[in-house]
């Protein structure tokens, strides 16, 4: 099994995909290095996380800081989404709808993969 087969790294790997062009595509030039940079990075910190948290899953504590990470990573690019949004420099409102939800359903399913982790790491 790979990281690629995880549910998570490919939705995560979705979104980041869609992020990365909509700050290029949709948003006015002056925000492409301003919000479009930080989102960007924090979209592509959740899929490097589950990845390097993947790497490291024969030790339980380091997976799990890093699907913590991953999880903060998610958290941080859903405000950056909110703000783009808010400030009127996205204003493609299904765009914006749709990578929320996106977004909120990785919050989801990490928090949901972190208490698997957890209860597993407690029961060894």
Partial sequence: MSYKNQ??????REIS???????????PKFELYE???????????????????YGRRQYEADYIKFMVYALSSNDETLDHLETLYETNSLTDKDLYESLR???????????TFLKILRENNKNT
């Avoid at 549910?7 to 995560?12: K, M, S, T």
């Avoid at 995909?17 to 948003?27: F, Q, Y």
């Avoid at 919000?35 to 948290?53: C, D, L, T, Y």
């Avoid at 939800?101 to 928090?111: A, D």
Wanted: charged residues 25%; aromatic residues 2%; proline residues 0%.
């Fill in 7 to 12: 549910n998570i790294w490919q939705l995560a």
């Fill in 17 to 27: 995909i869609e992020i990365h062009k909509m700050t290029l595509e949709k948003l």
């Fill in 35 to 53: 919000s479009g940079s930080q989102i960007r990075r924090s979209s592509k910190s959740v899929r490097a996380n589950i990845v390097e948290g």
């Fill in 101 to 111: 939800n996106k977004i909120i359903l990785l919050g989801k399913k990490l928090n």
